[in-house]
């Protein structure tokens, strides 16, 4: 065999390997039409979530003492109807100890909110109901996609479901106001609802072509810090809603000490102990703002990571995420020594949806980059 020379020409037309880049296709008609029906959705969600955190904040979630989930969409039309909600109102703790005295139009004002909290998730079902079977009839759901669209039906009747069974712990006797347990269940359950939302909405935004291309320039070890760190942002939320179960963001308004102390006084005063950690304003409220910290320094280790992702779009729903944290925080700090007032308590709410969805996407992104050469270099 003729021995070859160590450094050769290469032959003119031979082909060289081209760099492997991510091709967005756009979606199909059928997914951009169920995408638009999801964002719908996600609206109507986090209009609900708003809603319910003013129903609360005027002290309107035990107005009306029973669950009708079809007739209880007609509201009172006649003096009458009015005068037997009034009286069933009246027969409840809230009325006896807290709202003794209230007129007619007083109660009319808390009776509306609720109604409305009612109202506007009737209206959830209803455009969830509509949008699935049209698509369904119409054969338009891509494949794998059934179930998830269902589930998300069914966790919408789980929530009504726990709506009420939140409501009716405050009906009982010596309750003023729903269990603050059961109210974080509820808040938890919408977030977990339009966490699902959103993520759908990022999956039907590109084909599954390009998904499936673009994970292969996934980064596993951000994916994963995002997760944890949606995690977290969850278990906060939820603490956050102990606290305004129990109007715990009102008691102790001085930061960062607490009554002075580093954890407040008569912390764990309640019997049995495990009660304080659920029902003990002071506990309650240092637990969430301990967290709050906790989160804060986890949220800066994500975002060091994720400032050195390979991807552009990455970077910036990384940067985006660390931003609207220092907002939350900072907003719950002034809610905080402000005692908590209904403008500031329902905006700290709704910002916590912004940074949730905000996490959601830096995850995703971080799952299936966007635009950019696979590999290590940076777009």
């Known amino acids: 065999m003729a021995k070859r020379p160590i450094f050769e020409e290469v032959a003119e037309g031979t082909a060289q390997a081209a760099p492997v880049r991510v091709q967005i296709e756009r979606p199909s008609g059928a997914r951009r039409a169920i995408r638009a029906w999801l964002g719908v959705l996600f609206v109507l969600v986090m209009a609900m979530i708003a809603v319910g955190g003013l129903t609360r904040l005027t002290g309107s979630g035990l107005s009306i003492t029973d669950w009708r989930p079809l007739s209880g969409a007609i509201p009172p039309m006649t003096a009458e109807d009015w005068a037997r909600e009034f009286d069933a109102y009246r027969q409840i703790d809230q009325y006896r100890l807290v709202n003794q005295g209230m007129t007619l139009g007083e109660f009319q004002f808390i009776y509306w909110w609720e109604w409305g909290h009612r109202q506007l998730g009737r209206v959830i079902g209803l455009v969830w109901g509509l949008g699935f079977v049209w698509f369904w009839l119409r054969g338009q759901i ?4 059934t179930g998830r669209l269902l589930l998300l039906g069914a966790l919408g009747g789980a929530q009504g479901a726990i709506g009420w069974w939140m409501v009716a712990s405050g009906l009982t006797e ?18 977990v609802i339009l966490g699902l939302i959103a993520w759908f909405m990022l999956l039907l935004g590109r084909s599954q072509a390009a998904l499936l291309q673009a994970r292969r320039g996934r980064e596993a070890k951000l994916f994963s810090l995002s997760t944890g760190l949606m995690h977290f942002a969850f278990l906060q939320i939820i603490l956050g809603a102990l606290v305004a179960g129990i109007d715990a963001g009102r008691g102790y308004t001085d930061w960062p000490l607490m009554a002075g102390q580093v954890i407040p006084p008569a912390a764990f005063e309640l019997e049995p102990v495990w009660r304080n950690f659920f029902e003990n304003d002071g506990l309650v409220q240092f637990i969430h703002r301990t967290a ?22 990455t970077r910036g729903a990384f940067h985006t995420m660390l931003a609207l944290l220092a907002a939350q925080i900072s907003l719950g700090i002034v809610t905080v020594m402000h005692g908590a007032p209904w403008p500031l308590a329902i905006t700290h709410q709704v910002l916590a949806v912004a940074l949730f969805v905000a996490i959601i ?12 050469t696979i590999g290590r270099g940076r777009a």
Do not use: T
């Not at 996407?361 to 950019?372: D, E, H, N, S």
């Open 142 to 145: 891509p494949p794998g996609w």
């Open 174 to 191: 010596g309750m003023v106001a729903v269990a603050s347990y059961r109210l974080a269940v509820h808040l938890g359950l919408a977030f």
């Open 292 to 313: 709050g910290y906790l989160l804060a320094a986890f949220g800066i280790v994500v975002w060091l990571r994720g400032r050195r992702a390979s991807y552009r779009a």
């Open 361 to 372: 996407r830096a995850r995703f992104l971080a799952q299936y980059p966007l635009g950019a």
